[in-house]
Each structure stands twice: as structure tokens, then as C-alpha cells.
């Protein structure tokens, strides 16, 4: 049960304290602590009883009960309200109460393990311990209830009672009175502890008073009562089985709620995780070819929101983010709904694809890395995402809600970072890899599993469970990327979660996804849905209605120039483009002559180019470029004044304010880029122009912000150490406890102020030339000794070294505290002081 024996140290005495108990503790057995608990390492503690200490702090307490599951927890909460110290039997009759229960029985010494090697119980099996600043949060006091609903033991209830009302209640409970008030309480706790005694008590209780104690005896046990109560409270009073919290207050003892709880300190042990239940079982090929659908619809949408944003997105707010007209705006744009625009957003931004480009007027824009992205491989732009994805700490699904002072949260604003979403996401995906290939969960049994595995993580003021949020979240995003398929984890959603994980034990610390096991991750899966992903192809299907199908994902080039040329009119497997009088002019525009059109589409369908399409692109390329805009303001000509005479007389044109400065010019007080628009929207084809007369080819100017970097992932406290660090940290540890407690040889002059030196643990204080006589004995005899030492910023410790040579002021040694050869100036050190011969 644990690793708080006394492994490795030929320790026989019982611990006195936490720090005894973590020195009997082998290596391994402190990096389990450590692993568990890595705040702790934060920084590496000096030696083992500062390591208790800090174990021992209140920050530090409530985060290890925050990863404990739910049996753990129910285990330390029943030793909150056991005898301190506690023998095993009876935290087992807490837990399994006096029926028994073989599941508890079976469970119960793992989760003492868990909560030995967490350094939240400490001692052997007859003395077992909970660290007091546990015991504070979780026992019942005046300021907050047990988790188990019992209340005060009779001693904690009976305090300040007066001795004459004691004796009063003994006599009305049968029992015989007693000389002082101590011995009083001890009779009547044995009489509400013994079961016999206490099963015939309220076998003699009324009806009414049963009813009373059965509404309390699960919790809360607290109860208001009238000056005047009536006769069953009355009865129950009188015999302290209701004993006075305050005034008005009655509490059940909690020895009597035990007894009618059957000795069991929960309603319901919960020893057993919760089984995740299968809802639906597809064949797993279905699932990985819809995920692979799925993945190639995000890397689409992807893009089309960059392609959106080509030319600058949205104004970024005061405040940071996006505003809510804008994300509706990209929402149209993407036919999807706000809340999945929204995610799509912030997985480009967190893919590092977008930014803000740091402009006056600040937008957002795409980003140099967007452009590297384009030119990847499918498998491998789905790859980038994923690997953005898994380690991300920003929740989108938190978009339209209020942050704690009434705020509203923004995509790409502030205050979206979770640092609790890589945890769950990996935990998430690592669960649904358990249920067999093609299997989709029901979703409230995998939530049920996540609650009992943190029970008391995610859970905010306002009473929503953050953890049971982010599941759903990730579920719905995982199907949007293409991890899942039908609600069943794919082939390739089964590599992004790392290969070989290390050994995890129930309640220790298990964090998120970290950004190199994401990436490596992703490079498996990608692998994985390259077979699965359409080739490119590079032809369309041209038809009579002026529309072209595209069989599916088009080849970069292709896609391109069709989307210049067309319009997307609708999505899925197979992309139909329309061709309209707009959209050929658009390609007019770009450069593109109308014969270059018709080799494009000749070069590229599959079906001859219909007619109605090749004569639509030769009206609006006879009728491009008739009318000329240039600047005046503005001006219109055009050599046939016949067509100069139409435009005026139409009414449309009023708001243009043209007047006729010659037969084939017109003037315009409106500017060119509005004449064009004007004129356009009656039904001409203008074509702007240069100072010099030049028709000018309008594209579209791509807006690139400076190289961003993606935004780092907001951790959810220290991440979980490896093992070099772990080594590494518990060798500083142990020398360093050696260190503070080794003891000075007797030299039998030492003065007043260096025996209190060596009894305190001070840093030892001698003179320059003592300091260099003894280092020089020491490398001579090769012998070890204590040294104070203050570093080049000032901080002093304590070292324990073995001299090996001094010359030039300086001492090279091997240091037992870094556990390695260092070289020490010999006027940073304080003073020295032989270590005696057994203690190294």
C-alpha cells in the first residue's frame, strides 16, 4: 500500500512526522511523490524537510485532493473524521461498514497507496495519518461541512457544556453519572459507539424521533429547533442524541449518525470506476472513411477562411478579439453556424495561420506561415492542425459567454485559455481508444467516468462542471477535424495519443498532451489517413446549365483559377461552380483575355465546353473594356457617344453626377472605384484606367501579417517531470538533506557560538586561514567536510565535499550535495568544519 515503508534505509521506528516519513522513503518511492505532485519541484526543495513542508501547504494540499478520483477521495475523507491516528480496521469499517463490502475491501489498499504516495497519509498501517492541512479541509467544522455529512464527534459537540447538563443526559440515557465532565463524554461516546447498547437505546425511541434522526443522519446534521420543541426532539435532546451547535441549532454526534449509517462514513463507495458503455458499433472501415471525409472538409474550410481573410479580416477590438458582427459575418461566409465559425477560427489562430498585423488600424490577416501551409501535402496541412489542436489551453466553446466580471469573451479575445482542456482532451481520446474498433461511447456514461476520475476538478461558481463542458467540446471538435468518425475514435485518431505513455497510477498527476508529443503524434496519423484522403484531380465537368462539377479536391493550380472564373454555388463530395456575367468579369479583370478562358476550359473539362458558356464569356469580353474610368475625379469615355447619351438618361446615374465634358467623355464627382461599381450595377462592363490610357488588371492583393509566433498553451500549473529530472531532483534532495543534518566532528574547543552554529544548523563560521588549513588536511586525507558557501547572487547553503585539490584560491571537490566535481573560490566560502566519520 504505497511506498511510505522503510525501504532502502534499515529505518524500524515509527515516523513522527511527515518528514521522517519521507527520509525512510527510497528513491523511488520520492519520485513517486515528485511525479505525482510536481508543483513541489517548483523549485527543488532544499532538502526532505522542506519537501514536507511544502507537501503540507494549503495550495499545494487542495491541487493533490483536486487529482484524486473519487475512491481516493472518499478514503481521505473518511480518515478526516477517523481517530487521528487511525488504524487501518477502522478505516476499513468506514469505508465498508459493518456488512462489509468485498469491492472496498478489495480497492481500499490501493487508494491508501495512492494517498501514501501522494504524502497525503503517512505512517504504518496502525498509525495511519492525514496531513492536517488536509484534515482542515476535509473533517466537519463550524466554517463548512464534511463530505460525508457527519457532524462533530460528542467531545467537539459537548464543549463548553455544563457538567450538571451532562450528568443530566447520562441519567436519561440509562447510563450512571459520573465525577467530572471528561469521563462523562468518554461514557457517553462508548455508549453511542457500542452497537448493542445503542441498538436497544432506540428501540425505545418514538417513531417520530426515528424520523427525525433518519432526515439527519446523511447529511447535513444540522437542524433548527424552537425554543419550545416538540416531544420527539425533546426526547432526543435529553438524551444527546441531538446535542446544541448554537442557540437555535441542534447537530447529530457523529458517533450516533455512524451507528445508523451502519458504520459506513459515505452513502455510496464508489470503488469501481464507471463502465463507458458502447451507444453504436459501425464496421471500422465506415468509421475511418468518414473521419477521412470529415478531415478533408476541415483542411476546405480551413482554407476558406484564410481565403476569406486574404485581403485583411476583421477589425481586431479594443479589448482583443473579434467582434460579434464580424464573427457572424465569417459564419455566412463559411455556411457554418457561429459557435463552429468560431472554432475554426481559433484553430487557425492557434495553428499560427492568422494574427493580428500589428497595423494603426489593426486587422487580422493570414499570416507567412499560411502560405508554407498551402503548399503541403493534405495529410501533412491536417497533420499542422492536429498538432495545434491537442496542446491547445484556448476553449472556443467559452465564445459567447461571460467571463467572471460579467464580460462577454470574444473569439481570439482574452481569457479564452483553459489550462484543464489538454488534460481532458487526451483524457477524452485515451478513453474512447479503450472501446472496441468502429464502438462510438454514450456520452453520460464516458462523462460519469470523467467525474469519478476528478471529482473535484472543473466544477465553477456557477455551478457548471468546466470538465463535463470541455468533453463535449472536444468530442464535437474531434468529429469536426476528422479524429473521430460516426462518434467512433478512427485508425488515425488512435496514433495522435503517444506511443509508449508512462506508467500512470490512479491519482497521479496526468496533464495534457504537451506540443512534442502532439507533433510527433500527428505525423503517425497523418501517415495513417494519407491512403484515405481523394488525390487531387485535374479536370471539371463542364454542363449546359453554366455550371462545372468538380469530381472532387482539385488540383491547387486548377482550384484557383476556377475560383476567379466562378462562383462556389455548392459543397460537398462534389463542388459545383457557376459562371455568371459578374464572375467572368472578374477573370476579365485579372488579366485574362476571353481566348485564354476558353483554352482553360477546353484544357481542363472533361465534356466539351457548351455553347451557352463560351457565348457568355464573349458577350461580357466584347462588352469589357467599352466604357474607360480614369481619374478626374473621374471620368467615363467611350467612342461611341451613343452609349455616353444612355447613361445620362438613365435615372441610376444621378447619384453619379455625370456631365458631358466632350461627345465621348464624361465627368463624374464620384471617385473611380465608385463610378466603376455605379456603372456596373446598370448593367455595363467599365474597365479601369491609367494615366496613361492602360486598362488596369485588378487582382487581389494579398494582406500578409509579419511572422507570428502561434500562441503558447497556457499550463494548467508545473508540467509532470521526466525521469532525468526526477533523478535529478531527488539526488539534490537527499544531499542536501544530508547536508542540513550531517553532524560536526567533536574537536572539543569549539566556542559557545559554534556549538550553537552546529546544533541550529547555521552555516559554519571560520577564519580565512582555518578555512584553507582544513580544506588542504581534507584533500591530503580524503576525507569529507561541511562548508558554508554564498553564490556569486548571494544565496547561501549548505554543502557537504570531498576535497581533491586547492591551489589558486580555489577548491575542486566532489560535491555529495550537486552529486557531482565542482570548483569552489575559497573566499565565498564561510567556514568549514570536519564531518564526523559515520556519517558518510
Known amino acids: 500500500m504505497g511506498t511510505d515503508g522503510n525501504e532502502g534505509k534499515g529505518v524500524t521506528a515509527a515516523p513522527r512526522t511527515l518528514a521522517e516519513a519521507l527520509r525512510a522513503r527510497g528513491d523511488e518511492g520520492l519520485a513517486v511523490l515528485l511525479r505525482a505532485r510536481p508543483d513541489l519541484l517548483v523549485p527543488v526543495p532544499n532538502d526532505l524537510t522542506q519537501l514536507a513542508t511544502r507537501a503540507g501547504t494549503r495550495a499545494s494540499v487542495v491541487r493533490a485532493l483536486e487529482r484524486l478520483d473519487r475512491f481516493a477521495l472518499q478514503t481521505a475523507e473518511a480518515l478526516a473524521v477517523a481517530p487521528d491516528p487511525a488504524p487501518y480496521s477502522v478505516l476499513l469499517a468506514l469505508m465498508a461498514g459493518d456488512e462489509g463490502d468485498p469491492a472496498v475491501e478489495a480497492a481500499l489498499p490501493g487508494a491508501v497507496g495512492v494517498l501514501r504516495d501522494q504524502a497525503l497519509v503517512w505512517g504504518d498501517d496502525e498509525r495511519l495519518r492525514l496531513v492536517r492541512t488536509a484534515r482542515e479541509l476535509l473533517a466537519p467544522s463550524s466554517q463548512h461541512a464534511s463530505p460525508t455529512g457527519l457532524g462533530p464527534t460528542v467531545a467537539e459537540a459537548t464543549a463548553g457544556m455544563s457538567p450538571g447538563r451532562l450528568q443530566e443526559i447520562l441519567a436519561a440515557a440509562g447510563l450512571p453519572t459520573t465525577h467530572d465532565p471528561v469521563s462523562a463524554v468518554a461514557a457517553l461516546t462508548a455508549l453511542f459507539t457500542d452497537r448493542d447498547r445503542m441498538g436497544a437505546l432506540l428501540d425505545t425511541a418514538p417513531m417520530e424521533a426515528l424520523a427525525v434522526l433518519d432526515r439527519l443522519v446523511w447529511g447535513p446534521p444540522y437542524g433548527e429547533v424552537t425554543p419550545h420543541p416538540a416531544p420527539p426532539v425533546r426526547w432526543l435532546r435529553e438524551r444527546g442524541l441531538l446535542l446544541p451547535a448554537t442557540a437555535r441549532t441542534v447537530v447529530l454526534p457523529r458517533e450516533a449518525a455512524l451507528h445508523l449509517r451502519g458504520g459506513r462514513a459515505h452513502r455510496t463507495p464508489e470503488p469501481v470506476p464507471p463502465v463507458i458503455a458502447p451507444a453504436v458499433e459501425h464496421r471500422p472501415q465506415v468509421v475511418d472513411n468518414t473521419a477521412a471525409g470529415q478531415a478533408y472538409t476541415a483542411l476546405a474550410t480551413v482554407e476558406e477562411l484564410l481565403k476569406e481573410w486574404n485581403e485583411g479580416g476583421p477589425a481586431v477590438l479594443r479589448a482583443g478579439g473579434l467582434s460579434v458582427r464580424d464573427l457572424k459575418r465569417t459564419a455566412v461566409a463559411l455556411d457554418v453556424s457561429e459557435p463552429v465559425a ?35 501535402p493534405s495529410p501533412e496541412r491536417w497533420g499542422r492542425l492536429l498538432a495545434a489542436w491537442l496542446p491547445a489551453t484556448r476553449t472556443p466553446g467559452l465564445v459567447g459567454g461571460q467571463d467572471a466580471k460579467g464580460r462577454a469573451l470574444s473569439a481570439l479575445g482574452p481569457d479564452l485559455d483553459r489550462g484543464a482542456a489538454p488534460e481532458v482532451r487526451r483524457r477524452v481520446l485515451a478513453l474512447l481508444a479503450e472501446l472496441p474498433a468502429g464502438a462510438s461511447p454514450d456520452a453520460d456514461t464516458l462523462l460519469a467516468r470523467l467525474r469519478w476520475e476528478r471529482p473535484l476538478r472543473g466544477a465553477a461558481t456557477s455551478g457548471t462542471d468546466l470538465r463535463a463542458r470541455l468533453a463535449r467540446w472536444t468530442l464535437t471538435e474531434a468529429e469536426m477535424l476528422g479524429v473521430t468518425g460516426r462518434g467512433a475514435l478512427s485508425t488515425h485518431g488512435r496514433a495522435l495519443l503517444p506511443e509508449a505513455p508512462s506508467p500512470e497510477s490512479r491519482g497521479t498527476a496526468e496533464g495534457g498532451i504537451s506540443v512534442a508529443e502532439a507533433a510527433a503524434g500527428a505525423v503517425r496519423a497523418a501517415a495513417l489517413l494519407a491512403p484515405l484522403l481523394p488525390e487531387p484531380v485535374d479536370h471539371v465537368l463542364l454542363q449546359a446549365d453554366l455550371t462545372a462539377v468538380a469530381p472532387g479536391p482539385l488540383q491547387r493550380p486548377l482550384a484557383e483559377m476556377l475560383a476567379v472564373v466562378a462562383d462556389v454555388e455548392s459543397k460537398g463530395g462534389a463542388t459545383v461552380y457557376r459562371f455568371t456575367p459578374a464572375s467572368v468579369r472578374r477573370a476579365l479583370d485579372s488579366g485574362q483575355a476571353a481566348a485564354d478562358l476558353h483554352a482553360f476550359l477546353a ?15 464573349d458577350d461580357v469580353a466584347r462588352r469589357h473594356g467599352h466604357l474607360r474610368v480614369g481619374a478626374a475625379s473621374a471620368y467615363v469615355r467611350c467612342d461611341d457617344d451613343a452609349v455616353l447619351g444612355e447613361i445620362l438618361a438613365d435615372k441610376r446615374s444621378a447619384s453619379l453626377r455625370l456631365r458631358r465634358l466632350a461627345p465621348t467623355v464624361l465627368a463624374a464627382q464620384a471617385d473611380p472605384a465608385a463610378l466603376l461599381e455605379g456603372l456596373r450595377s446598370m448593367g455595363f462592363a467599365p474597365a479601369a484606367e491609367s494615366a496613361e490610357g492602360d486598362v488596369l488588371v485588378t487582382r487581389a492583393h494579398a494582406r500578409r501579417t509579419p511572422p507570428r509566433t502561434p500562441p503558447a498553451p497556457v499550463p494548467d500549473g508545473p508540467p509532470v517531470p521526466d525521469a532525468t529530472l526526477l533523478g535529478a531532483a531527488v539526488r539534490a534532495i537527499r544531499a542536501g538533506d544530508q547536508a542540513s543534518s550531517v553532524v560536526r566532528k567533536d574537536t572539543g574547543d569549539q566556542g559557545e557560538d559554534q556549538d550553537r552554529e552546529r546544533r541550529g544548523g547555521e552555516l559554519p563560521r571560520t577564519s580565512a586561514a582555518e578555512t584553507l588549513a582544513t580544506v588542504q588536511a581534507a584533500a591530503l586525507t580524503g576525507s569529507a567536510v561541511w562548508i558554508g558557501y554564498v553564490n556569486a547572487d548571494g544565496a547561501a547553503s549548505q554543502r557537504v565535499i570531498a576535497p581533491v585539490r586547492v591551489e589558486g584560491g580555489f577548491v575542486t571537490a566532489y560535491d555529495h550535495t550537486a552529486d557531482e566535481v565542482r570548483t569552489y573560490p575559497l573566499h565565498r566560502i564561510t567556514g568549514v568544519a570536519e564531518v564526523a566519520d559515520d556519517q558518510l
Open 342 to 376: 468560431a472554432f475554426w477560427v481559433e484553430l487557425a489562430y492557434a495553428a499560427g495561420l492568422i494574427a493580428p498585423d500589428g497595423e494603426a488600424d489593426e486587422r487580422y490577416a493570414p499570416t507567412p506561415a499560411f502560405d508554407e501551409w498551402l503548399e503541403l
Open 603 to 617: 484544357a481542363h473539362s472533361r465534356t466539351p465546353v457548351p455553347q451557352p458558356l463560351a457565348y457568355l464569356i
